[in-house]
């Protein structure tokens, strides 16, 4: 593909929200050792993506302007680098993009052979490119923390998922499901017959009085919060908890930050973790599978073309998506 041209979309500094979007052409690029070239099919957005762009992540990413934002995509390997053993070019694949360097919102994209896997008929690119973040982070949060068994074994967990019907939330809800659990989830009042349709066994609304005290209707205290709503203090939490109970936060701000150091520091028995999502492609490959055994669903919000990635992106910074939102080149 040397020489080749594409259709990206960058920005080439912080701020300025989907206006600072541009589209423009760009050379496709060259797999180096372990990497393969992709054809994009489909690339999910993540709130990541927008932070990255109001500088949240500074000075760490990304590594340097112009960038091509989006790290979550499905397509097909189309060339591989030097030394990669396990993908030939035709393979219809899921990757996990180096936020770093980005790459998501493009024609083609160069991804790591590992955190590269295979993706067959039954998971559209659409279902596959909303895995990487989103429910990687819903599994790691379930079954490191939470200590939740996803093939159901060990003792029966009670535990809260906020925002539930977001990126992460509706997968940490099915995930939960696979484990013997009981699942209190917290939406707006529209998507609680969507939540349900989730497997939880109990939702609240979180504009109402007992949905904003996370209280569990059946009168369930949490083992573990899945906490993917941000906003929400510790002392809400507490009064709900188990006593062993944890709040594993996604979005830790100051105060949940300092909450983390006084509860660790004095030996509390209920905690708050912070958990930063590390990408793992035996993880990926887990999850693409039980999409591909109907065991767990992407949703999906919006789909957009390429050509108004702005529009997907406003989308996501509005924070009010259920399920994933979706770009096709
Ligand atoms: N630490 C990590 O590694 C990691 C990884 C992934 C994501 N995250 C973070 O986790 C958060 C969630 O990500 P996401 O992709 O799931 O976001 P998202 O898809 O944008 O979430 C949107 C959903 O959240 C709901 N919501 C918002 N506030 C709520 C509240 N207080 N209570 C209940 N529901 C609420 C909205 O419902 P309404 O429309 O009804 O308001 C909407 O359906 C983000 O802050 C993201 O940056 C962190």
Redesign the pocket.
């Given at each position: 593909m040397a020489g080749k041209v594409m259709q990206a979309v960058q920005f080439v500094g912080y701020g300025g929200g989907a206006a600072a979007l541009k589209h423009v052409e760009l050379p496709v690029p060259t797999p180096t050792k372990g990497e393969v070239l992709l054809k994009l099919e489909a690339t999910s957005l993540?709130?990541?993506d927008w932070?990255i762009q109001k500088g949240v992540l500074r000075p760490i990413m990304p590594r340097k302007f112009p960038y091509v934002p989006a790290t979550d995509v499905a397509g097909e390997v189309v060339e591989v680098g030097p030394e990669v053993k396990n993908l030939k070019a035709g393979d219809k694949v899921v990757a996990y993009l180096n936020p770093l360097y980005g790459g998501g919102l493009a024609e083609f994209a160069v991804a790591k052979e590992s955190l590269t896997v295979q993706r067959s008929p039954e998971v559209s690119a659409a279902e596959g490119a909303s895995l990487p973040?989103?429910a990687l982070?819903a599994h790691q949060a379930l079954t490191q923390p939470a200590g939740v068994n996803l093939d159901g074994s060990g003792p029966q967990k009670n535990i809260l998922v906020?925002?539930a019907?977001?990126?992460?939330?509706h997968y940490a809800v099915q995930l939960a499901k696979l484990g013997n659990t009981h699942v209190t989830a917290?939406?707006?009042a529209?998507?609680i017959d969507f939540v349900k349709s989730l497997g939880a066994d109990e939702v609240i609304d979180?504009k109402t009085p007992e949905g904003a005290a996370l209280k569990s209707p059946s009168g369930k205290m949490y083992d573990a919060v899945i906490h993917?709503?941000?906003?929400?203090p510790w002392s809400t939490f507490e009064p709900n908890l188990s006593a062993r109970g944890k709040v594993i936060d996604?979005?830790p701000g100051p105060s949940a930050l300092w909450t983390f150091a006084v509860k660790k520091l004095t030996l509390a028995k209920k905690q708050l973790v912070p958990?930063?999502?590390v990408p793992k492609s035996e993880n990926l490959d887990f999850l693409v599978n039980l999409v591909k055994e109907g065991k767990l669903k992407s949703v999906i919000d919006s789909k957009h073309p390429l050509s108004r990635a702005e529009d997907a992106w406003a989308k996501?910074m509005d924070?009010?998506?259920?399920g994933k939102i979706v770009v096709e080149p």
């Open positions: 993540n709130p990541v932070k973040v989103a982070t906020t925002a019907s977001g990126g992460v939330g917290t939406c707006g529209r998507n979180y993917c709503a941000s906003g929400i996604l979005t958990l930063l999502a996501s924070g009010h998506a259920t």
